[in-house]
């Protein structure tokens, strides 16, 4: 009798996937997001239970660089490429040439470190943008193009819509996947 009042499961939940690339990008840049969440999870949890010093940069889809570090990605950094016990990042260089004593791979995580800190000036100006954008909203009487009614666009004009929404749909992802670790 208490079966029957169960619901019914509405999801495929946990099933395995053959690893392989993903076709179609908006599948691809959601699964990037969602693994990359899922990595820097697991990276943390590792850090707490072991005590393990953890930095881990992924590149996106679009280009971008995404860091994780504990205690912070820049005090790991500088512990590998200076070999040094300390932790500490006081001692980090900024210069663009490569140090001999420094080993293979360290000069561009240099880069990377440099790219991090330009993508994060990038989203500063991002924020500005966006307050500039609300602010045009609010004089427009609130709305936006997409807020505009459908019923009466012809054929056209729909397909344009659809193609603009499908635009925004894939900026969106990749704009809410930029902004997922900050």
């Not at 599948?27 to 949890?45: C, I, P």
């Not at 954008?133 to 004089?139: D, F, M, Q, R, V």
């Amino acid at each position: 009798m208490n079966n029957m009042m169960m619901k019914k499961k509405t999801t495929q939940g946990r099933k395995k996937i053959e690893i392989k690339k993903i076709d179609n990008l908006s599948n691809r840049q959601v699964t990037f997001s969602k693994r990359r969440v899922g990595l820097f999870k697991k990276a943390s949890e590792l850090c707490v239970l072991t005590g393990a010093e953890v930095a881990i940069i992924v590149h996106s889809l679009g280009k971008r660089v995404f860091a994780f570090g504990h205690p912070n990605i820049d005090a790991v950094i500088n512990r590998y490429t200076t070999g040094s016990a300390s932790s500490s990042s006081s001692s980090s260089s900024s210069s663009s040439v490569a140090d001999p004593k420094i080993p293979l791979g360290a000069h561009e995580i240099q880069q990377h470190n440099r790219h991090y800190a330009k993508v994060s000036k990038e989203l500063e100006v991002e924020r500005k943008r966006k307050e500039l954008i609300e602010g045009s909203k609010l004089e427009n009487g609130g709305s936006f193009w997409w807020d505009d009614p459908i019923e009466h666009m012809g054929l056209e004009d729909l397909q344009q819509y659809k193609a603009s929404l499908e635009e925004l749909k894939k900026k969106l992802l990749m704009r809410a996947d930029d902004l997922i670790w900050l």
